[in-house]
């Protein structure tokens, strides 16, 4: 089996700290949908707490399982027109191949973007080509062996000739935990991460991080997860400053699913730095 790609392997604990609070969004809506014909198709809007403002997305994939092409259009309310076409295993057993482009009408902007996965066991390795910017490539490999990972990311500017951005990163991972150490930002921001499935019903994670440029004070934030039952579970987070987020998720019946969440500044509990937030998830 292959290894996880370089960006996740903190994901259990990043996913723990940040996935599913719904505070970030004054109020989202998320519909999911699926045509005789197989389409898929997503309708996403979401709410600013600031400036009120709403952004969203349509989007409609395709998938023919057979050649292993998947095609995914999206036009979003910045008015940019989004398409990526996938080809999985076409090639050869293990290379996936992406293009993506995007025009934006506005402006008649474009790009273009091709990215590679190859897979196999014991190696997972990936390439990002921006092809209209620059060009650059940015590329990550990992290597793992009995829940043991190590990865390295490098960027590369054509035009210049030079590195633009490299990154190291080693983990253990097992299906009860993982735990994890990256260097990032050419090796000037470090974060140790935890993952702990503690039972079926309780998780828990935490994640210290130190900026070596700016030499200030380790930043930590630490999380749970509980499952109320089969259709409901609850979150809880803080961190160092003393911010707390709560998250609630309920399935109400089959395809609609509710999420409530609150953000509280517990050094500010006089002022307006609080936010909450509403979801709304349909499946059909």
């Given at each position: ?126 390439a990002f080509f921006d092809l209209l910017k620059g060009p650059s490539f940015n590329g990550d490999a990992v290597i793992g062996h009995d829940g043991f990972l190590a990865g390295a990311e490098v960027g590369y ?128």
């Amino acid at each position: 089996m292959a290894p996880v790609p370089f960006s996740d392997i903190a994901k259990p604990s990043n996913d723990l700290l940040s996935k599913d609070f719904y505070h970030t969004a004054a109020a989202a809506l998320e519909v999911k949908s699926k045509a005789p014909n197989g389409v898929q198709f997503t309708v996403k809007g979401k709410s600013d707490h600031k400036s009120g403002a709403v952004a969203g997305s349509i989007e409609a994939k395709y998938t023919d399982k057979p050649t292993g092409l998947t095609l995914t259009q999206a036009w979003t309310t910045y008015n940019a027109l989004d398409t990526k076409i996938e080809l999985d295993n076409t090639f050869a057993n293990g290379l996936k191949a992406e293009v993506l482009t995007q025009f934006l009408p506005a402006s008649k902007s474009k790009g273009a973007k091709l990215n590679l996965h190859f897979k196999q066991p014991l190696f997972h390795a990936r390439a990002f080509f921006d092809l209209l910017k620059g060009p650059s490539f940015n590329g990550d490999a990992v290597i793992g062996h009995d829940g043991f990972l190590a990865g390295a990311e490098v960027g590369y500017d054509v035009t210049t000739g030079s590195i633009t951005r490299y990154s190291a990163a080693v983990g253990y991972s097992v299906p009860e935990y993982t735990a994890a150490i990256t260097a990032t930002n050419n090796l000037s921001v470090f974060s140790a991460s935890y993952y702990h499935k503690v039972n079926a019903l309780v998780e828990a994670g935490a994640k210290a991080s130190w900026d070596a440029k700016s030499n200030g004070q380790p930043s930590l934030e630490i999380a749970t997860k509980y499952k109320l039952d089969s259709a409901a579970f609850v979150k809880a987070k803080i961190n160092n400053q003393g911010i707390a987020a709560l998250a609630y998720n309920q399935l109400l019946r089959p395809g609609v699913t509710l999420g409530l969440g609150a953000s509280i500044d517990t050094q500010r509990l006089n002022e307006s730095a609080h936010k909450v937030g509403l979801s709304f998830t349909l499946e059909g």
